[in-house]
């Protein structure tokens, strides 16, 4: 009897950890999608007159709207990652944190470098 009950507990501690994995992955997968989006709106909106002017008179700032935006995108995200069924574990979390933090750089060198062109070589 007590076997039984101590595989209980054991197989509930699974699946609690494996529960907190796959949130860990589904706001890692949400950060990626926003990660990716802010770069690209950021950019898009400077280049193309009608965006930055919906986001300004939508949200009464174009940054405001962008921020919104991203929230929204990232709150969207969470929960519909979370319920997808998928096999999780440590290993493709790291993967997917490495791609976050090469995603982020990436993207703060694209807005820099924009910016950058924009003021100095255009």
Known sequence: ???????NIMSS???VA???????????????????????????AELTAPLKE?????????WVGKSLISVIVFVGLCPFTFVVPYKTGLERINR?????????????LAIFGFFSYETFLK
Do not use: C
Request: aromatic share 8%; glycine share 4%.
């Open 54 to 62: 919906w986001l300004k008179n939508t949200f009464y700032h174009h």
């Open 1 to 7: 009897m007590q076997d039984s009950k101590r595989e």
């Open 96 to 108: 997917l944190l490495f791609i976050l933090v090469t995603l982020v750089l990436l993207g703060t």
């Open 18 to 44: 494996n529960r907190k994995l796959k949130l860990a992955e589904s706001i890692i997968l949400s950060s990626i999608v926003v990660a990716i989006f802010i770069p690209t709106i950021t950019i898009a």
């Open 13 to 15: 501690e699974g699946q």
